[in-house]
């Protein structure tokens, strides 16, 4: 009995691990999509560059945020040529229920926005003209633009 099992593993053995990696795969898209980053768990934050890298030939832009007061990093190779990364802060979405899980998103945030709500934005910040944060109203008024 024992051989037989050996003999059936040894046989399909690749069938095995492809349905165990199958499943993880679709497991962990799942849980993604519908526990982290639902509705109700996203958040999103600023965040500051930090480093250019490179791997394996590809380019690999670093960067950090803070979620109450706790500071995490994340990567992105997101083409950012258009962007003046040294002055621009860009927009982080994270999970509520994984801080450190963030995913830059290609929105430049105002010089007027100072800081964030200390558990992030529940909506996409522009679309409520960022609400919630503490803003620079002097540099607001030099520029004529609507205080919130």
């Not at 979620?67 to 927009?91: A, C, F, I, P």
Request: net charge positive.
């Amino acid at each position: 009995m024992v051989c037989k099992f050996i003999h059936w593993i040894k046989e399909d053995g690749w069938i095995i691990v492809g349905i165990f990696l199958t499943v993880n795969i679709i497991y962990i898209y799942f849980t993604d999509k519908y526990y982290y980053y639902n509705a109700e768990n996203v958040r999103y934050t600023i965040a500051k560059y930090k480093q250019t890298g490179f791997i394996r030939s590809r380019t690999v832009y670093g960067f950090s945020y803070e979620v109450y007061g706790k500071t995490y990093n994340t990567n992105t190779e997101q083409t950012l040529s258009n962007y003046n990364l040294e002055e621009d802060r860009l927009l982080i979405k994270y999970s509520a229920k994984q801080y450190g899980t963030g995913e830059v998103v290609k929105v430049v945030v105002p010089k007027w926005v100072l800081s964030p709500p200390k558990d992030g934005w529940k909506q996409f910040p522009p679309d409520i003209n960022w609400k919630g944060a503490e803003l620079d109203t002097a540099y607001m008024k030099s520029m004529n633009l609507e205080i919130p």
